[in-house]
């Protein structure tokens, strides 16, 4: 019978993961406060010299090309940033009383999950509206119809929900909340070792292998042609299997640890 | 579930961590509509029932039927049949005492305006409405139990589950439990508890259980159970630490705390026994005497022939 009332309880617990953030803001603050640095520091410290690097002008670009390069990349690391924050609430909740009141209780079972999940995406759409308001604000234009805008904010959404699974799943396998702010941290690295930051055939062999071929650089490619106004190719369809794997193994993986009977 | 079947029926229950047994054997029956108190000291293995009960832990061996429910293959019945209120708040911090209640409401499908109903009569009747737009991070111990207790019956269980219910509670908090916990019994819920004290399970249950290493070595009623110790102890505090030795020399069968100079003796009630325990005292040496009502530490000294404590060097898990 659990199974009628996912859609309802799964609403419930989004209910009380948005009410958490209410009551708890700073953690939210933080949290967006963090690709704003990075795209204060990437153009203000680094773009000129970055600029003057861009392939594809005569000369080199200038801050501003830098600019409009970075912010697929910043928008990105957002929607990572929030994830992270997703390992910490998860692993916090985990550590209250509730969680084994909610396991005696007849609902569904990962609605409590699903609760964080949701909330984890609707996060990321203000962080991302945020960031970009600060990207516009910097000088960053683009031709990109609204289209092209929606397409954006569609991937970068999917994308939330597949990291936020995976980061849901780091939560629960974390043995402390401590350990469950450290492990994520590799979903705001990897982003640097992408084509987020500099063109990847700038990278040495080897690293740009890797940079090639890892799932975020298909992702911010096309949220690259998407928020610049020019054609996304393959990598769209990368970016979206890539995606959709992240989020059926994340999913997966939360399910195990938050079903298996606890050893305690 | 028949109106005759009992609410739990347990035969052979066992449960262990590698080596430890924490259960060895347990078999129990709670009919409908009474309340059953598990008596035991910490690492007794009250929690560990609670919890295979309540589908939060596999049992290991033997058969578990909650509510008619088979606790293996049908756990989301058995869920939809209880409520638990556990040793550890289960109430979510950063909400408020109305916003608890009413994701408790939520949860439980109830629809708009009964879910409304529902909290603000809990409310009432927890003396929580000047608090219910607080955070409950903020509430006392005995406000958060409260909450904790209201949010389990808002769901209307047949049968809940009370895991040390008034531990770490003040004397009046704790009569204020007891109090709504006899308003459930008689309703018709049946209840089971456990606890630490005897006197909890004197003041609300129809038949106890008393549980020493996973075992039950005792059953009856309140009063059955005094009748095997008759007479609680004696308790003598001394004003120094040569007068404890040498007093606790004299009688083998009294327990010593060192760091309170405190003697305390099983004393069978009667007048000569207490005037024989008083014969060897000094008064100089003494620097009071109590005479107590029997407890948990008396009961079990009186049914297994030891003093009530944790096996030691053995961190039960919870």
């Known amino acids: 019978m659990s199974t009628t009332y996912i859609a309802r309880d799964s609403a419930t617990m989004l209910k009380r993961n948005l009410l958490h953030v209410r009551r708890y803001p700073s953690l939210s603050i933080m949290l967006v406060a963090q690709p704003i640095l990075f795209l204060l520091l990437f153009v203000y410290v680094f773009g000129g010299t970055l600029g003057a690097g861009l392939p594809g002008q005569a000369g080199g670009g200038d801050r501003g090309d830098y600019l409009v390069f970075i912010t697929p990349g910043i928008l990105f690391l957002t929607v990572a940033s929030v994830a992270l924050g997703t390992a910490i609430s998860t692993a916090t909740d985990m550590t209250t009383g509730i969680i084994a009141r909610f396991r005696t209780m007849n609902i569904a079972r990962l609605s409590v999950l699903t609760g964080h999940v949701l909330g984890a995406v609707i996060r990321t759409g203000f962080a991302v509206v945020i960031v970009a308001a600060v990207a516009f604000g910097l000088g960053f234009r683009s031709d990109a119809g609204p289209l092209g805008w929606l397409g954006a904010i569609g991937l970068l959404m999917l994308i939330a929900f597949a990291l936020t699974w995976l980061t849901v799943g780091m939560g629960l396998a974390a043995d402390s909340v401590e350990t469950a702010s450290n492990t994520p941290l590799f979903l705001m690295i990897l982003p640097f070792v992408s084509s987020s930051f500099v063109p990847t055939d700038a990278m040495p062999a080897g690293l740009r292998q890797f940079a090639e071929y890892q799932p975020f650089t298909p992702m911010i490619n096309t949220l690259r042609a998407l928020v610049t106004g020019t054609r996304t190719d393959s990598d769209l369809w990368f970016a979206i299997g890539w995606a959709a794997l992240i989020a059926l193994l994340g999913y997966l993986w939360s399910r195990r640890l938050f079903l298996r009977v606890p050893a305690k | ?318």
């Not at chain 2, 035969?11 to 409908?32: C, I, N, Q, R």
């Not at chain 2, 955070?135 to 909450?147: E, I, V």
């Not at chain 2, 007891?178 to 209840?191: H, K, P």
């Open chain 2, 1 to 318: 579930m028949t109106a005759t079947r009992p609410a739990i029926e347990v035969s052979g229950l066992t449960k262990s961590y590698g080596d430890h047994t924490v259960l060895a054997g347990v078999d129990l029956t709670v009919p409908a509509g009474t309340v059953y108190a598990l008596l035991g000291p910490n690492g007794a293995g009250k929690t560990t029932i609670v919890n295979i009960l309540s589908t939060l832990l596999a049992p290991g061996d033997g058969e578990v039927r909650v509510a008619g429910f088979d606790v293996r293959r049908e756990p989301a019945g058995v869920r939809a049949a209880i409520g638990v209120t556990g040793q550890f708040s289960a109430i979510d911090e950063l909400l408020t005492g109305r916003e608890n209640l009413r994701l408790m409401a939520d949860l439980a499908h109830l629809d708009r305006v009964t879910a409304t109903t529902a909290v603000t009569v809990l409310l009432a009747r927890f003396d929580l409405v000047d608090a219910a737009d607080r955070r409950a991070q903020t509430y006392s111990g005995g406000m958060k139990r409260r909450l904790d207790l209201a949010m389990t019956l808002i769901t209307r269980p047949r049968l809940i589950f009370l895991d040390e219910p008034t531990a770490g509670l003040d004397p009046r908090s704790r009569r204020q439990l007891w109090g709504i916990v006899r308003e459930q019994i008689a309703d018709g819920v049946t209840v089971l508890l456990t606890t630490q004290y005897l006197e909890e399970a004197d003041q609300l249950a129809d038949r106890i259980g008393v549980l020493d290493r996973g075992r039950l070595v005792a059953e009856g009623t309140a009063a059955e159970l005094k009748r095997r110790v008759p007479g609680g102890h004696v308790s003598v505090q001394f004003t120094d630490a040569a007068g404890l030795f040498a007093a606790a020399a004299a009688h083998p069968q009294a327990s010593t705390d060192v760091e309170t100079l405190t003697l305390q003796m099983p004393s069978d009630g009667s007048i000569a026994g207490l005037r024989r325990v008083l014969h060897d005292l000094d008064d100089d040496g003494v620097a009071g005497l109590t005479v107590g009502a029997a407890d948990l530490d008396d009961v079990f000294l009186a049914l297994t022939g030891r003093a009530a404590e944790a096996p030691a060097a053995e961190d039960v898990p919870a």
